[in-house]
């Protein structure tokens, strides 16, 4: 019988913990905008600085999880995110606002360093990662909903952050003290698959550069283009995080059915045609339809690059560095969305954001289609002829190394001649019975 798969709820909480300052970041750049004497560039790029310092978490972080201790690393950075967002909420000083920020944002980057390495280290990657997006997305929801009925001011979302700190911390006791072992006997093997994981964390920069370019300006795309108020957009993001939660709940239940290269490829797409439409709405409808669906695909194609990350090496190595290089593309966002806005407007900001990710949904497909797709199926590998031997990609979950990789060579079928004594003729066996005293071997008796 199989074990029974059994959802690490506490993982999920440093998880939701880590991702949940960019999951506010419109809110929190609107904050700054209009609570604090600062432009609506230099808000984002105060959004930014905090991304960058998460990024910058995990390019230090990634290979010291196990040196340090999975459990110790997290509460560290558990109490930096609640300093330095508890700080910067409650002052209006801007230098010590963006240097709380800054202060929090490696915090929330090294509690998603820790979340991204014991993920690899589960039996099912992509079961963790889903859970950790449906728990941020809702939370996300709920204090978008919350926020504009308790007045203005740019401390309350980095407060709400702070809190969330605060909350997980205790759950980190039933975290181990250290990364899981990688199943190899090489404790400092070289990174497996280091041409995909490079490629794979290149395209990673800029599809998070895309969506946070978008998601960084969305708030001023509603009030300032489309003429909404504040409650009606914070309502929009909140109905559009609950369809997130929907797509989240989709891609738990299709899993590895249809492998990863079509919900990355295809769902890439999708998200190209729904920045285009957010971007370039005018109205409640244009931009409701264009943040719900772009939301609703945004988690899905998201938690299946969470676990082709992690299946490149079960270490979570690779998980680390492409997470930490999707954080460099999420920091950039807000000035990238803020600079293109303001010089070009955002239905061309929309279009630009739209035709890149259109380029990079190509060798990010591919980096899915080389390393992963369905587990090893009997007569998938033959003996002579056919097909080279791993018709495999490892379903969701399938450690690396445990199968041969796609297109690696067929092992041929070596013939060994083996010296054995002459097989006894047909005389030399008798009916079976009780051997009689003296008997010799042949004769039949027993």
Not at 46 to 61: D, E, I, K, P
Not at 292 to 320: F, K
Request: with cysteine.
């Amino acid at each position: 019988m199989f074990a029974p798969r059994t959802t690490p709820w506490s993982l999920v909480a440093l998880f939701t913990a880590g991702y949940l300052a960019p999951y506010l970041l419109p809110t929190t750049v609107g904050r700054l905008d209009s609570g604090l004497p600062l432009s609506a560039t230099q808000a984002g790029a105060a959004g930014s600085a905090l991304l960058l310092s998460s990024a910058a978490a995990g390019f230090v972080l990634a290979s010291r999880v196990e040196r340090i201790g999975a459990r110790t690393l997290a509460r560290i950075g558990l109490t930096l995110a609640l300093i330095g967002y508890g700080g910067a909420a409650l002052t209006t000083a801007v230098p010590a606002v963006v240097a709380g920020a800054v202060l929090g944002g490696f915090g929330s980057g090294t509690a998603t360093t820790v979340a991204a390495t014991l993920i690899a280290g589960q039996r099912d990657p992509h079961r963790a990662s889903t859970a950790g997006l449906l728990t941020v997305s809702a939370l996300a929801g709920a204090v978008y909903l919350t926020v504009p009925h308790l007045g203005p001011g740019h401390g309350l979302p980095l407060a709400a952050i702070a809190l969330t700190a605060l909350v997980v911390w205790p759950l980190t006791g039933r975290l181990p003290a250290g990364a899981p072992a990688a199943p190899t006997r090489q404790h400092k093997a070289r990174l497996p698959h280091a041409r995909s994981g490079l490629v794979l964390a290149a395209a990673m920069l800029c599809w998070s550069l895309a969506q946070n370019s978008l998601w960084g300006v969305s708030g001023r795309i509603g009030l300032d283009q489309a003429h909404l108020s504040e409650s009606t957009v914070g309502a929009v993001f909140a109905v559009a995080l609950g369809a997130g939660l929907t797509g989240v709940l989709a891609a738990g239940a299709l899993g590895a059915r249809l492998g990863r290269a079509v919900p990355i490829g295809a769902g890439t797409v999708l998200i190209a045609g729904c920045i285009t439409l957010s971007a370039s709405s005018t109205d409640l409808t244009s931009f409701a339809t264009g943040e719900i669906a772009w939301n609703t695909m945004y988690p899905v194609v998201l938690s299946y690059l969470i676990g082709l990350a992690a299946s490149l090496d079960p270490r979570g190595r690779w998980a680390v560095l492409v997470g930490s290089a999707s954080s460099l593309g999420t920091a950039a966002g807000p000035l990238t969305g803020s600079v293109l806005s303001a010089q070009a407007g955002f239905p061309v900001m929309g279009a630009i954001l739209a035709a890149g990710l259109l380029v990079i949904a190509v060798p990010m497909t591919a980096v899915a289609l080389h390393t992963g797709g369905r587990p090893l199926l009997p007569g998938a590998i033959r003996r002579r002829g056919g097909h080279p031997a791993a018709l495999v990609a490892a379903a969701t979950g399938t450690p690396t190394g445990t199968v041969p990789e796609i297109g690696a060579p067929e092992q041929p079928v070596v013939e060994i001649a083996v010296e054995a004594a002459a097989i006894p003729t047909q005389r030399a066996y008798d009916k079976a019975g009780p051997r009689q005293a003296g008997a010799s071997p042949g004769s039949g008796a027993l």
